[in-house]
């Protein structure tokens, strides 16, 4: 009883950075209680000397090393540090390193690198720092990460976010099935710096015109006028009075352009036509 007692005062004192109160309580504690909860705690909190003192008494590698993570989420990189030597940094899918990269921090991420997976869960890190526009732990990553896994997910993350930094940085390890997935992502949300980008290295015609149904779905007219010279309208407009037969709506402006485009056509070819050949048209 007297233990246990003593172990939530530890577990207190770790929490609030009471160094002193750590090494006085330590004798008559349990530091390894509850998955190392007080390790966890200071931790949590930054708390270096606390860590320091805890370290050697406590179970660092306790619930799949929670206390890296615990670091590596916060973003504490003298304390990532400090655990590395004594975790297991791939545990639960090297999720120390995933939660880095979701936070953008990227001292963490520099450090575990070399120490974890980050092929692990189709490469997640790599998406979760696409994700959330983290372009250093991206630029980090992407030499030991399969850039292409779960259908090139990094680049569609940061294309339908519309992180530019991290879409270039992405597009020359991509394929064209995942440029033009990133495209209609892109296209969808409406990120015309990320379409203009897009475009060039990617296929627009590609399932029916997808991007450019994407664009015209969600109302993006800005996005639909860069993709229509390089789309095919009678795809698109197949494919939008399939899948919303009864919204005219939606797809009339489309239908409209196709009619005045071919009106043009015909009226063009009926010019040249009419005009006397060796003389010229005025």
């Known amino acids: 009883m007297f233990i246990k ?12 950075g009471d160094a002193a109160a750590v090494q006085r309580l330590l004798p008559t504690s349990d530091p390894k209680a509850k998955n190392s909860k007080a390790l966890v705690s200071s ?30 989420n ?15 940094p791939k545990a639960a899918g090297s999720q120390a390193l995933s939660y880095a990269a979701h936070n ?8 575990l690198i070399p120490v974890s997976d980050p092929c692990s869960d189709d490469s997640i890190a790599l998406s979760y720092a696409a994700f959330y526009g983290h372009a250093e732990c991206v630029r980090l990553l992407i030499p030991v ?17 519309g992180h530019i930094k991290c879409v270039k940085l992405l597009i020359p390890f991509s394929n064209e099935k995942h440029l033009n997935a990133a495209l209609a992502a892109a296209a969808a949300r ?20 997808a991007a450019l149904c994407r ?37 009339e402006g489309l239908e409209l352009r196709i009619a005045q485009e071919q009106k043009q056509k015909l009226n063009k070819e009926i010019g040249t036509r009419q005009t006397p050949t060796g003389v010229r048209k005025i």
Request: proline content about 5%; glycine content about 6%.
């Open 74 to 88: 916060a973003g504490h990189t003298e304390l990532v540090k400090l655990l590395i030597p004594v975790s297991d």
């Open 190 to 209: 409406g990120h015309i710096k990320c379409v203009k980008l897009l475009t060039p290295v990617s296929n627009p015609k590609a399932h029916k015109s």
């Open 145 to 161: 990460s399969d850039t292409k896994a779960a259908e090139g997910q990094a680049l569609c993350c940061a294309a339908q976010q």
């Open 104 to 111: 953008g921090h990227t001292g963490c991420v520099r450090l």
């Open 43 to 72: 931790v949590s909190q930054g708390h270096t000397e606390c860590v320091k003192l805890l370290i050697p008494v406590s179970n660092p590698k306790a619930a799949d090393s929670l206390a890296l993570f615990t670091a590596a």
């Open 215 to 251: 664009a015209i779905q969600s109302g993006h007219t800005q996005v639909a006028e860069l993709l229509y010279p390089v789309s095919d309208l009678h795809a698109a407009l197949h494919q939008l009075q399939r899948d919303y037969p009864t919204r005219r709506e939606i797809w």
């Open 5 to 16: 007692k003593n172990t939530q005062f530890l577990i207190e004192a770790a929490e609030k």
